[in-house]
């Protein structure tokens, strides 16, 4: 059972170069959705997908582009990195059909840490 | 959008009972109430869900007054291990708002 999983791992990259982070599922979940977390808070949500070729933004969405071409892979872009990017970003799909774990339950990734010099 | 309010920290002991609240007093009428559970260097994880009332697993209570303009997560007997972030999360139709989380201490 591989579940979610995110990559690379770890990320350094520079200023106004552009960075996709990926996120792959094999649950067949519907909803994806990408986060960030900075060092010492809590999450806010980027973007998130309800289904193939339907995303919709959250909190934080810009400077970042996301594309859901197939249900299992959910890539993030970021178009021209800033230094106010840096940050681990987390992955989470979940299945609002499925009643195991509770309604909607998230399941995240491991992270990937990405830093911007 | 029903964000939810938090203690920013909690500290506590092994054995002990710990109670920590969420205050969300934009919640609507569909919306749940989850609680996940974060360790350092890792995604959030699960914990439990309600609705209303009172709601048990094997690892917590939650509590949710009749206005479910807050709730209580209840963790017994505390353990180091129990060191973490807890979220509080209302969720409801394309609602998905974390909040900054309680930073849980156990100390032994």
């Known amino acids: 059972d591989a579940g979610i999983t995110q990559s690379p791992r770890y990320k350094i990259t520079e200023t106004g170069r552009q960075v996709t982070l990926m996120c792959h599922q094999t649950?067949?979940?519907?909803?994806m959705f990408w986060y960030r977390q900075d060092l010492g808070h809590g999450l806010r949500l980027i973007y998130y997908?309800?289904?193939?070729?339907?995303?919709d933004k959250g909190e934080v969405p810009d400077g970042y582009v996301v594309s859901r071409s197939k249900t299992e892979n959910f890539p993030l872009t970021l178009e021209s990195a800033t230094r106010s990017q840096t940050s681990v970003y987390f992955c989470?799909?979940?299945?609002?059909?499925?009643?195991?774990?509770?309604?909607?339950?998230?399941?995240f990734g491991p992270g990937t840490r990405l830093t911007v010099l | 959008l029903a964000k939810t309010t938090q203690p920013i920290s909690m500290d506590s002991y092994e054995g002990q009972e710990v109670n920590i609240t969420c205050s969300h007093n934009?919640?609507?009428?569909?919306?749940?109430i989850t609680w996940y559970q974060q360790f350092p260097s890792q995604g959030p994880r699960f914990i439990i869900q309600?609705?209303?009332t009172k709601v048990t697993n094997e690892v917590a209570s939650l509590f949710i007054p009749a206005d479910r303009k807050s709730s209580t997560l209840s963790l017994p007997r505390v353990s180091l291990s129990d060191t973490a972030v807890y979220y509080c999360?209302?969720?409801?139709?394309?609602?998905?708002?974390f909040g900054s989380g309680t930073k849980l201490n156990v100390k032994p």
């Open positions: 989470a799909s979940s299945d609002p059909l499925r009643r195991s774990g509770g309604k909607d339950t998230q399941y």
């Open positions: 649950w067949s979940h519907s909803y």
């Open positions: 997908s309800a289904a193939a070729d339907i995303t």
């Open positions: 934009n919640i609507a009428t569909n919306d749940y």
């Open positions: 309600g609705y209303k």
């Open positions: 999360l209302v969720v409801g139709f394309n609602k998905f708002y």
